[in-house]
């Protein structure tokens, strides 16, 4: 008998332990579906392809909400900061198969292999504990009902974001013409933030289970426990497992802080760029100190700092002054030459070019230096125009001495301006702007030196009218709002600086149509931009203006190709006109602040993908 209750106890306390040690049991079935422990693998399926994916991995704004059972129930009137994976592979693929052909209206999607993180809420579980633990019969029973809904998709959600190096490969799935299904066609593994399928190791984790289950039909089922009903995650003490040759990868709390959950106001360049300007003090070849200075044709050279320009250097590593495009002043930024010895010149800002991006390197004790992300240093010819050099420890490398260098630690808001190329129609035929001053199209071989951008400050929609990216600009305008009246009218352009605030009927918003299947550009009175197409009309391929309801929907191309941060801008601006928020301007600000938390992802993993040990010799580098 002694034996037998000893037995029990012993088998007891192993149950205990079994049961409290239960969430550091992982799978090793990437397929598991038993939400008691750990899966090895999530997955999550998406039309975006690999390339954006493997290096920005998925993200949501910390000015989304965090009520789990707002989350699951798919309410359109809020925005989630959860990112939905789910354990069950299968699951994944029939939810993008029912998807595909109707929502995302695409014939290919990739099924994404996950490591889940400590972010990531298992929404079973959750409900588990929830209902374990209420002792009320009422709510009991109410919770029971809700099973099917927090069960049945054995999900798995992200609070924010999911890190590339956590993202293993992509799956391609394509529509057969012949089957009439999504087959099957290709594994493409991640190496662009990781070396291989199994390298680095990433050990699969979940967030502790204190999460509350959130709000369900106008009733909140709150947690009374360590979370108070909210989590936040720190990246996990194993993450120097997750880098890719980086060992100085910061801390980064999930939790909203408070300057993220305020929307960062959206100002105009001419009002914060002159607040931290300076002057660009440096000196070379060992003698005293000159400054930077624009000269002709767009190069930068070194000169007596009397007669200097002034500078900025903002949080996205972008060095930014001001010049004269030959018709208008315009903030222009420095771009590293493509081949050794080309020399720096100066472009219109673009944040899609990593070219424009630098950052501060430490040369010793007393001085710094400007290097390009691949760790190219800034340098003077002998006739005092600036290149980039690979040898850090040329004499040739200018020298920022730390006193002088405190302005470019002070950096100020990044300008929010970037190419919006192919801006297509029929996928393909590019918008441009004509000697005439209207909106025309053509193919792209024909437009080699034409470029459009966005500056998300002030919405103006520009070119550079042939010029490449440095010269005389261009904005496209309304002439409907410009010279009112009439139902409809062309849309043309003329030259103009965007430094500053634009009238009206210079600002142009991107969006979803009301299908939610194609992007469409509108006007500040929400005109939206049409190309005619009447066949054998002397005005087919011109574009114009005209309200969503004017009677020529059927004759004219309306949908618009655009990339992917104005589709970012044009999904984040749609999305938060169903939450009832009419007002232009504030949706206009949520996709200003979605971009900038999108570039702000893009730049430090662009750091961290792209840059080895710095100053470090390279018969020693790894």
Not at 330 to 348: F, N, P, S
Request: aromatic fraction near 16%; hydrophobic fraction near 35%.
């Amino acid at each position: 008998m002694f034996l037998i209750k000893n037995f029990l106890k012993i088998t007891f306390i192993i149950f205990l332990f079994l049961g409290f040690y239960r969430r550091e049991i992982y799978s090793m079935d990437p397929g598991i579906e038993n939400n008691n422990i750990i899966p090895n693998r999530v997955y999550r399926t998406s039309p975006s392809a690999p390339k954006e994916k493997f290096l920005l991995g998925f993200s949501r704004s910390t000015n989304y909400h965090t009520d789990l059972g707002l989350h699951i129930t798919g309410d359109p009137g809020q925005f989630s900061g959860f990112i939905s994976t789910t354990s069950n592979r299968q699951y994944a693929v029939s939810f993008a198969q029912a998807y595909a052909m109707g929502w995302w209206n695409v014939r290919e999607f990739y099924l994404y292999e996950i490591v889940p993180q400590n972010n990531f809420v298992s929404v079973t579980d959750t409900y588990e504990r929830a209902l374990r633990e209420t002792d009320n019969p009422i709510i009991r029973q109410q919770l029971e009902n809700l099973r099917h809904i927090y069960t049945w998709e054995n999900e798995y959600a992200a609070l924010y974001e999911i890190h590339p190096e956590t993202i293993i490969s992509a799956t391609r799935y394509e529509f057969d013409m012949n089957s009439r299904r999504f087959v099957e066609r290709e594994e493409i593994v991640n190496t662009v933030t990781r070396e291989s399928r199994t390298e680095p190791h990433v050990i699969p984790m979940l967030h502790p289970d204190t999460y509350s289950i959130g709000t369900y039909r106008n009733v909140y089922y709150s947690y009374n426990g360590t979370s108070a009903g909210f989590a936040c995650a720190e990246v996990p003490s194993n993450a120097h497992a997750m880098k890719k040759r980086n060992d100085n990868l910061p801390e980064n709390n999930l939790c909203p802080k408070e300057s993220l959950r305020a929307l960062e106001v959206v100002e105009n360049p001419n009002y914060f760029l002159p607040k931290t300007q300076f002057k660009f003090k440096l000196s070379v070849f060992n003698k005293g100190k000159y400054c930077l200075n624009p000269a002709s044709q767009y190069y930068v050279y070194i000169d007596f700092c009397e007669v200097a320009a002034h500078w900025n250097f903002t949080e996205f590593g972008q060095i930014i002054t001001e010049v004269d495009d030959g018709h208008k002043k315009q903030y222009y930024c420095l771009v590293a030459g493509k081949l050794q010895k080309d020399y720096i010149k100066l472009e219109i800002c673009d944040l899609n070019d990593y070219k424009q991006f630098w950052k501060l390197v430490d040369l010793d004790k007393d001085n710094l230096t400007i290097a390009s992300l691949d760790n190219r240093y800034i340098a003077s010819s002998y006739n005092y125009y600036i290149y980039l050099a690979n040898n850090y420890k040329s004499g040739s490398v200018i020298k920022i001495h730390r006193s002088d260098a405190l302005m470019l630690q002070n950096k100020t808001k990044a300008l929010v301006q970037f190419s919006v190329d192919p801006l297509m129609v029929e996928n393909k035929y590019v918008l441009y702007p004509t000697s005439k001053g209207y909106m025309f199209v053509d193919s792209p071989s024909s437009l080699n030196k034409y470029v459009n951008f966005y500056n998300a400050h002030n919405n103006s929609l520009f070119s550079s009218y042939g010029h490449e990216r440095n010269g005389p600009q261009v904005c496209y305008f309304s002439s409907l709002l410009k010279s009112g009246g009439g139902a409809w009218g062309w849309i043309n352009s003329d030259y103009c600086s965007n430094q500053g605030s634009m009238t009206h009927e210079y600002r142009w918003f991107f969006k979803l149509n009301s299908n939610n299947t194609d992007y469409n550009i509108f006007d500040f009175a929400g005109n939206i931009l049409r190309v005619d197409n009447i066949s054998g009309s002397t005005n087919r391929y011109f574009a114009y203006t005209a309200y969503f309801s004017w009677a020529d929907k059927n004759k004219n191309i309306e949908a618009v190709t655009l990339n992917f941060p104005a589709t970012h801008y044009a999904r984040t601006f749609s999305l938060t006109s169903t939450i009832q928020v009419q007002n232009k301007l504030y949706r206009n600000q949520m996709s200003y602040n979605a971009l900038k938390e999108v570039y702000s992802k893009l730049y430090f993993n662009l750091k961290q993908k792209i840059q080895t040990k710095m100053l470090v010799p390279k018969e020693k580098q790894e």
